[in-house]
């Protein structure tokens, strides 16, 4: 296999995301979980992303992983890797995203790396280097009270340069809006500065296209899907991939019992909790029991035998930003994560373990934890649900066929939950 673009994502729910718009955009796609063995048979395909879970683990750990991933891409004939990080940044000042760009770039043989998290689709745009959430800037908007890194600050070029060793500039619209060959210029001259990063404004699909176009020229780039649709149609453009109808990819329906799983406490996933509350049984795990031992998930799993060959369920641990502070300041942020996103995954266990098939799960820690339980070595691209958010029919595994949906917290209507359970019966 010759793979013509490698990916990296940082956490299981963004690679999904990712694999979904380049399998839109006409690349044969498959996101695997961590770097796959020799023995799991690979389809041919044209893109292969990499499924991480290093967004908010130490430094250190992440760049090591992130290499060897890289490495592995490169292997196989990817001659440009993109890194895939959150459209909102998620990030603190130890990192990850500033760490990781510094070694993949010295191991790249990079000056200046392109860099921006827009995703138009999903609202997430940047102009003068300032990322919005819609409307708000990314201070303003729910990412404040994210439980594992809380986003203070929505100018890109100063929170990269608090994470990086490398000096961070700025490519600006006016710049982006006159096409790939001014970015390239823009980023020689970024480069002549002594500037190890450059964060790139994007509003509209067609300033990605000139990004896309740009970053090609490179051999490393870092952004969200935004960047991926502008790779894919790079890559199309310049005849090095033939655009293939994405239904050639997509797997078979699996019968069996559905359960949703919700570790993310985004305000989008607790409207839509609520919403689905309407219509299917949801268990509203209480967090601080987690914490203290065993017995929740258990009380859990009998909760769901009763009802799940009669509809689909819903368990949640997800509470709102008081609740979360409160708990975090009594048993410290990285322990309340730890657990809880265990005790979602043991649940995930035992659910398939009753006979669950079809897994949506909401949250992107939340995601890596529970489909590293299940051990699924690689997914195929099934059908969109929504902006980011593919159905995914497992390759390999212990449990047979699957078919799960990982949610970026923040993705999704208010009506997700049924509309992802009506597209994967
Ligand atoms: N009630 C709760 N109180 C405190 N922390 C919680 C609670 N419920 C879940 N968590 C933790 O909050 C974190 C949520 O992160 P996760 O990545 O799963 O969701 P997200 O950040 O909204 O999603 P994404 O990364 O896809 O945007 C996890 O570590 C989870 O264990
Ligand atoms: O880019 C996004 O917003 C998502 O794919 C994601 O990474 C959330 O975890």
Same mark, same amino acid.
Not at 226 to 254: D, F, M, N, S, W
Not at 272 to 291: F, G, H, N, S, Y
């Given at each position: 296999?010759?793979?013509s673009?490698?990916c990296?994502?940082? !956490?299981?729910?963004?690679?999904?995301?990712?694999a979904n718009?380049?399998?839109?955009?006409?690349?044969?796609t498959i996101?695997?979980?961590g770097?796959?063995?020799?023995?799991?048979?690979l389809?041919?395909v !044209?893109?292969?992303?990499?499924?991480?879970?290093i967004? %908010?683990?130490?430094?250190s750990e992440?760049?090591?992983?992130?290499?060897?991933?890289?490495?592995?891409?490169?292997? @196989?004939?990817a001659?440009?890797?993109m890194y895939?990080?959150c459209s909102?940044?998620? =990030?603190?000042?130890?990192?990850?995203?500033?760490?990781?760009?510094? %070694?993949l770039r010295?191991?790249?043989?990079?000056t200046?790396?392109?860099?921006t998290p827009?995703?138009?689709?999903?609202?997430?745009t940047?102009?003068?280097?300032?990322?919005?959430v +819609?409307a708000?800037?990314l201070?303003?908007s729910p990412?404040?009270?994210? /439980?594992?890194n /809380?986003?203070?600050?929505a100018n890109?070029?100063?929170?990269?340069a @608090?994470? =990086?060793?490398?000096?961070v500039?700025l490519v600006?619209?006016s710049?982006v809006?006159?096409g790939?060959?001014?970015?390239v210029e823009?980023?020689a001259?970024?480069a002549s500065?002594?500037?190890?990063a450059?964060?790139?404004d994007?509003?509209?699909?067609s300033d990605?296209?000139?990004i896309g176009a740009?970053?090609?020229?490179?051999? *490393?780039s870092?952004?969200?899907?935004?960047? +991926?649709?502008?790779l894919?149609?790079g890559?199309?453009?310049?005849?090095?991939?033939?655009r293939h109808?994405?239904?050639a990819v997509?797997?078979?329906?699996?019968?069996?019992?559905?359960?949703?799983?919700? +570790?993310?406490?985004?305000q989008?996933?607790?409207?839509q909790i609520a919403k689905?509350?309407q219509?299917? /049984?949801?268990?509203?795990?209480?967090?601080?029991?987690l914490?203290?031992?065993?017995?929740e998930?258990?009380?859990?799993?009998?909760w769901?035998?009763e009802?799940?060959a009669r509809t /689909?369920?819903?368990?949640a641990s %997800?509470s709102?930003?008081?609740?979360v502070?409160r708990?975090?300041?009594?048993?410290g942020?990285?322990?309340?994560?730890?657990?809880i996103?265990q005790s979602l995954a043991?649940?995930?266990?035992?659910?398939v373990e009753r006979?669950?098939? @079809? *897994?949506?799960v909401?949250?992107?820690?939340? %995601?890596?934890?529970?489909?590293?339980r299940?051990?699924?070595?690689?997914?195929r691209?099934?059908?969109?649900i929504?902006?980011g958010?593919?159905? *995914?029919?497992?390759i390999?595994?212990?449990h047979?066929d699957?078919?799960?949906?990982?949610?970026s917290?923040n993705?999704?209507g208010?009506s997700?939950?049924?509309?992802?359970?009506?597209?994967?019966?």
């Amino acid at each position: 296999m010759t793979l013509s673009l490698g990916c990296i994502a940082d !956490d299981y729910t963004g690679a999904s995301d990712l694999a979904n718009t380049l399998a839109k955009e006409g690349l044969r796609t498959i996101q695997t979980i961590g770097i796959p063995t020799d023995h799991l048979a690979l389809p041919e395909v !044209d893109a292969i992303v990499v499924s991480l879970k290093i967004r %908010s683990i130490a430094a250190s750990e992440a760049v090591e992983r992130a290499r060897a991933s890289d490495r592995w891409l490169r292997e @196989r004939g990817a001659d440009h890797v993109m890194y895939k990080i959150c459209s909102t940044f998620d =990030s603190t000042d130890k990192g990850n995203i500033g760490p990781v760009l510094d %070694s993949l770039r010295a191991d790249a043989g990079e000056t200046t790396v392109l860099v921006t998290p827009a995703f138009p689709q999903t609202g997430r745009t940047v102009y003068q280097g300032n990322l919005f959430v +819609g409307a708000a800037p990314l201070n303003e908007s729910p990412l404040k009270d994210h /439980p594992l890194n /809380p986003m203070h600050d929505a100018n890109l070029v100063r929170v990269l340069a @608090r994470q =990086s060793a490398a000096s961070v500039g700025l490519v600006d619209l006016s710049i982006v809006a006159r096409g790939a060959e001014a970015i390239v210029e823009r980023l020689a001259q970024l480069a002549s500065d002594g500037n190890g990063a450059a964060i790139t404004d994007a509003v509209f699909e067609s300033d990605l296209e000139a990004i896309g176009a740009a970053a090609l020229r490179q051999r *490393l780039s870092i952004g969200a899907s935004g960047l +991926g649709l502008g790779l894919a149609r790079g890559l199309i453009a310049a005849g090095t991939v033939r655009r293939h109808e994405r239904t050639a990819v997509y797997g078979k329906p699996v019968a069996g019992p559905a359960a949703i799983l919700a +570790g993310s406490c985004s305000q989008a996933t607790l409207k839509q909790i609520a919403k689905a509350e309407q219509t299917m /049984p949801v268990l509203r795990l209480d967090p601080e029991k987690l914490m203290n031992g065993r017995e929740e998930a258990q009380l859990a799993l009998d909760w769901a035998a009763e009802r799940m060959a009669r509809t /689909p369920v819903i368990i949640a641990s %997800s509470s709102n930003p008081d609740d979360v502070s409160r708990l975090q300041t009594r048993y410290g942020r990285d322990a309340v994560g730890q657990v809880i996103e265990q005790s979602l995954a043991a649940i995930a266990e035992g659910l398939v373990e009753r006979g669950v098939r @079809r *897994l949506i799960v909401a949250g992107g820690e939340t %995601s890596g934890a529970v489909v590293d339980r299940l051990a699924i070595p690689a997914f195929r691209l099934g059908q969109e649900i929504v902006a980011g958010v593919p159905v *995914l029919h497992s390759i390999g595994g212990r449990h047979g066929d699957m078919v799960l949906a990982l949610k970026s917290g923040n993705f999704g209507g208010e009506s997700f939950f049924a509309d992802a359970l009506a597209i994967m019966a």
